[in-house]
Nanobody
């Protein structure tokens, strides 16, 4: 199983930027697609962005397309989420997750999850 540790969350004003990182250990990172999900209070966990094993293909939720960028560095066992033009509705706990082989929109297809990092966007 892959162990995942997120970092980089915090408090930012609307229009600002944050970069989240997720460091993986325990398995061959290049064999895994990675996803970022988020969960706001009282809401279900939702897909944000995903990237394939090599880092060459990405998918995004419509709500973040054009503002967020996911990237993957297999040499550093790390996946990133660059978040620009942040909005108050982006406030949530953000989780990274790993999935053996192909990337997916669906959280129940992911094998391992990090503990989450809080992102709060003030208006």
């Amino acid at each position: 199983q892959v162990q995942l540790v997120e970092s980089g969350g915090g408090l930012v004003q609307a229009g600002g930027s944050l970069r989240l990182s997720c460091v993986a250990s325990g398995r061959t990172f290049s064999n895994y697609a990675m996803g970022w999900f988020r969960q706001a209070p009282g809401k279900e966990r939702e897909f944000v962005a995903g990237i394939n094993r090599s880092g060459g293909s990405t998918i995004y939720a419509d709500s973040v397309k054009g503002r967020f960028t996911i990237s993957k560095d297999n040499a550093k066992n790390t996946v990133y989420l660059q978040m620009n033009s942040l909005k108050p509705e982006d406030t949530a706990v953000y989780y990274c997750a790993s999935k053996y082989f192909g990337v997916s929109w669906y959280p129940n297809e992911y094998d391992s999850w990090g503990q989450g990092t809080q992102v709060t966007v003030s208006s």
